[in-house]
């Protein structure tokens, strides 16, 4: 996982990889013929932010269930994989899809009325188990 964010005008990176993904982190889709696509996805990393050449790290653990469905992008546009969970739905970018991994990217900006708008841009790998 790794990925950057604007904020105050100020462009800050994060890093989650390697030693700092704890071995529970894992992503299930389950895929249903006919059926509801479900999710289970435990995060538990520590991301270390770079902010003007310091060093600061956060623990983002979070366990999400929910639905999903994925868009074939018909070789024009990348596919695309959707994630639903409490409501909130994100889109994600397939970068890769191969038989033992998977890269998808998302980007989402959120706007706080006094600090202004945030896009947050990240990218996921995962490795089949």
Do not use: C
Not at 13 to 36: A, C, H, K, M
Not at 58 to 77: F, L
């Amino acid at each position: 996982m790794n990925g950057s964010f604007s904020f105050a005008g100020q462009a800050i990176s994060f890093t989650g990889q390697d030693s700092l993904i704890r071995p529970n982190n894992t992503l299930d889709l389950v895929y249903v013929e006919g059926g509801t696509h479900t999710f289970t996805w435990n995060q538990d990393v520590r991301v270390v932010l770079n902010v003007m050449g310091q060093s600061m790290g956060d623990d983002i653990v979070d366990n999400s269930t929910g639905t999903w469905y994925a868009v074939d992008g018909g070789g024009v546009t990348a596919d695309s994989l959707y994630m639903t969970s409490g409501g909130e739905t994100i889109g994600f970018e397939m970068l890769s899809f191969l038989e033992t991994s998977m890269r998808i990217r998302s980007q989402v900006t959120e706007v706080d009325p006094t600090l202004g708008s945030t896009t947050v841009s990240t990218e996921y790998g995962f490795d089949k188990q």
